[in-house]
């Protein structure tokens, strides 16, 4: 059983430009949610994606966007990069459906450089 | 606002020590609590949990009791290993349905042989 996947692993990517993240889910799971670590720091939740809509929402700005696949999968996708996005993105997935209080697993990150 | 406080590190430990990372959290409500643990250049692992007051989540050796009287949930291990070396997370997750985790800043550990 696969546990969650997310792609590529590594990316570097100059201010200004745009960058998309993917995640599939963990199997059975149908809740996905995104999180920034910067270094040296605790995740910091972005948002959380249920049946294609996103539900809840972190303190980030609307360069922060996602979409969530019929199949479960997610992206997450950054406008106008800034050195400050530098981090690890991860993306966790969880089978609480409509209240989404299960436990969340996470994927191995992506790690983000902006130059 | 709900906030995870965590003991600052690195905490530096002899194999087979004793191990406590304290964690105290501020959450209105009944929150669930979680200890994950993020080895080098990977993610996070779910290590264990608490979902009510009195509850001790156990995992691989490591232990820790959710404390409603005094807001905390330390994380607690009789005899650590080199292998235990990583970065140690507590987390929350409010009550009220599908929250969000909110993450301590994270404790490393550091074991020697």
């Known amino acids: 059983d696969a546990g969650v996947t997310q792609s590529p692993t590594h990316l570097i990517k100059t201010r200004g430009q745009q960058v998309t993240l993917r995640c599939s889910p963990k199997?059975?799971?149908?809740?996905v949610s995104w999180y920034q670590q910067a270094l040296g720091q605790g995740p910091q939740f972005i948002f959380q994606y249920y049946e294609e809509e996103e539900r809840q929402r972190g303190n980030f700005p609307d360069r922060f966007s996602g979409h969530q696949f019929p199949n479960y999968s997610s992206e997450l996708n950054v406008n106008a990069l800034l050195l400050g996005d530098s981090a690890l993105y991860l993306c966790?997935?969880?089978?609480?459906?409509?209240?989404?209080?299960?436990?969340?697993?996470f994927g191995p990150g992506t790690r983000l450089l902006v130059l | 606002g709900n906030s995870v406080t965590q003991m600052e590190g690195p905490v530096t430990l002899s194999e087979e020590a004793f191990l406590t990372i304290n964690c105290t959290y501020t959450?209105?409500?009944?929150?669930?609590l979680f200890w994950y643990v993020q080895y080098p250049g990977e993610g996070l692992q779910l290590l264990l949990k608490a979902t009510k007051a009195d509850d001790k989540g156990s995992n691989k050796g490591f232990e820790a009791t959710y404390r409603k009287e005094t807001t905390s949930f330390h994380l607690e291990k009789g005899s650590v290993q080199v292998s235990d070396s990583a970065v140690y997370f507590c987390?929350?997750?409010?009550?009220?349905?599908?929250?969000?985790?909110?993450f301590g800043a994270g404790t490393r550990l550091a074991v020697h042989p």
């Open positions: 966790a997935s969880s089978s609480g459906g409509r209240h989404g209080d299960e436990t969340q697993y």
């Open positions: 199997s059975g799971h149908d809740t």
């Open positions: 987390a929350l997750r409010g009550s009220g349905g599908y929250n969000k985790l909110i």
């Open positions: 959450a209105t409500g009944y929150p669930s």
